[in-house]
């Protein structure tokens, strides 16, 4: 039986250690499922199965243990930055400035609380301890990860943080949804007047997206002008995609000329439309198929790389290829097709004129959806290799005496998010689909809680029964609820915020899916998703990097 006992318990064997990883993996990821009062910790239960492993000696050798947690870490966060880069700069324009800075409060005030507590408990609580606590209140396990590297830079020899973050994630997840009722009572929501709100500026807010509408030319100063100079003359950007004249249908180029009586199909955006109507003429039904000359639309996939990175405006469909490029779908989103607008692999592009021309514009971008779906793991390893060599430069601060460095968990999350936003500028290919990137990160953070639960188990039980585990449960749920009261009303009665879109800011500032998924059976629109999704690159950036500065400031 030999070889059953080397199976089990010899950390230095390869198939015991994946056989231990996939076991505590399966196990905390079937567990997470279970839901008690409607919320799940989901992948987090890997940490626990990990712990209860370690606690009765199932481990692996410390180097195999600390190689798989990093490892897994590093991929977590490239792909966090990955899928939050595009959107990370633009969130904070218009109203998403005002979110973000309650957002940012809320950060800033868990951090506080957090010192407020280690200095008043008299060193009672070591602060990588507290660090930990902090982590696991805020539901943030890539802090967690960010807050592990540091102390291995410090060379810290200490009892495992995540046994803080464990005490404190399960009353965190509470708390969190708990604040969000709580904030609904203090300011005297009335939800029926919340969402009359959301629905009237909904009606009411013109929204940057196409707008399709048929015209006859009836202004006579235009009469005899260009494309390209009425275009000029109303200075607001539109696509002509079709024009009937004396019976006959064509694709327009900037030098067709446009007579009185003329019918156009017109795409803008939807704010520009009321000025393009009294500009050019009124509105009219037009059955385009029954015209000589029938055009076809169709959506085609952007799948050549070499179109990564190019601008609408320098490809000349209309002028090389006689069709016009109407709007362009990205993540779901459906974009204005301006000329400087750059197209990016995956985008699916609204082509619009004869079936010939169409087919050549196909096969000009792609449209190959097997290719699209083949993983650009190059740029996911180049990215990696940039984030580790960011992460390893030494920055030195006054009065530390340890240079700061972002490490394997800031390094990376910078660069991905950086390459997410501009790599079409370095003719990398950034796309992955929602299924791959979600795979990687969940293979990556799967990896890491396992490699956590299974090197703190060992001294897990000791410490929640025998010492400062319920100090623990306390000072997380403090640090969970205080931060999110005070800016919660802050955001409600200064900011103005709608409660529903506040509930989705509260949860995306924790990033907490549980209570975005509460927020979202709560409501009976997307404002919850909308907030969520407008703090979230921001938040998910400061509780990584604000992790690993507190251990590097205040523990070295």
Known sequence: MDWLNTLLFDGSSVAHIVLLYSF??????????????GISLGVTFVLFVGILCGHFGFT?????????????????VFCIGLQVGPSFFSSFKKGGLSMNVVALGIVVLNIAVALLL?????????????????????????????ANEALSQLEYSGPQIAMGYACAYPLGVIGIIGSIIAVKYI?????????EEIANQESANPHLKPFMMHLEVHNEAIAGKKLLEIRDMLSRDFVCSRILQNGHVSIPTKDTVFNLGDQLFIVCAEDDSEAIIAFIGSRIEVDWDSQDTPMVSRRILVTQSKMNGKQLGEMHFRTMYGVNVTRVNRSGMDLFASRNLTLQIGDRVMVVGPQDAVERVANLLGNSLKRLDHP??????????????????PVAFPGVPTPVKLGLAGGPLIVAILIGRFGYKLKLVTYTTLSANLMLREIGIALFLASVGIKAGANFVQTVVEGDGLLYVGCGFLITIIPLLVM?????MAYKINYFTLMGLLAGSTTDPPALAYANQAASNNAPAVGYSTVYPLSMFL??????LLILFFAS
């Not at 300011?187 to 969402?195: G, M």
């Not at 650009?376 to 430069?393: D, K, P, Q």
């Not at 509780?543 to 690993?548: D, G, K, P």
């Open 24 to 37: 505590v993996i399966a196990a905390g990821v079937l567990l997470g499922k279970i839901k008690i009062f």
């Open 118 to 146: 280690y200095y008043s408990l008299s060193g009672r609580v070591s602060l990588p301890m507290m660090v930990g606590v902090l982590c696991g209140a805020v539901t943030n396990t890539p802090g967690l990860g960010a």
């Open 187 to 195: 300011c005297r929501v009335n939800l029926k007047k919340e969402e």
């Open 60 to 76: 692996g050798d410390t180097p195999i243990l600390n190689f798989i947690q990093d490892f897994g870490l590093i991929l977590f």
């Open 488 to 492: 919660g009303v802050i955001g409600r």
């Open 543 to 548: 509780r990584i990097l604000s992790a690993q």
């Open 376 to 393: 650009n793991i190059v740029t996911i390893f180049i990215g990696i290799f940039l984030g580790i060599l960011f992460g390893s430069l």
